[in-house]
């Protein structure tokens, strides 16, 4: 991929961690082209006993707030679809 605005509609599902999840909202918000779609899966992966700060969705959460004046969030359910603004 070039270094920006080249998709449109990126998925982001890999790392579970909240840093990994939140780092690959950033790169998905490079690539995804304005209109654009980026979909968070694991948002409502159960977390059990495990350390909150490590679940994705902290991570959505933290990328949500700080790119909130760029996206429209969509869907938050399970997955997060949010629409990048024009």
């Known amino acids: 991929f070039p270094s920006h605005d ?4 990126v998925y982001v599902d890999g ?3 909240a840093k990994g999840t939140y780092e690959d909202g950033l790169l998905a918000f ?3 082209k304005p209109g654009g779609t ?3 899966d694991d948002y409502g992966w159960p977390h059990g006993e495990s350390d909150i ?9 933290l990328f949500l707030s700080d ?11 399970y997955q997060v679809v949010v629409q990048k603004k024009v």
């Open 67 to 77: 790119f909130a004046q760029d996206l429209i969030v969509r869907v938050k359910n």
């Open 6 to 9: 080249t998709a449109d509609l």
């Open 15 to 17: 790392d579970h961690t």
């Open 30 to 32: 490079r690539l995804c």
């Open 53 to 61: 700060t490590q679940h994705p969705r902290t991570g959505i959460e």
């Open 38 to 40: 980026i979909i968070f």
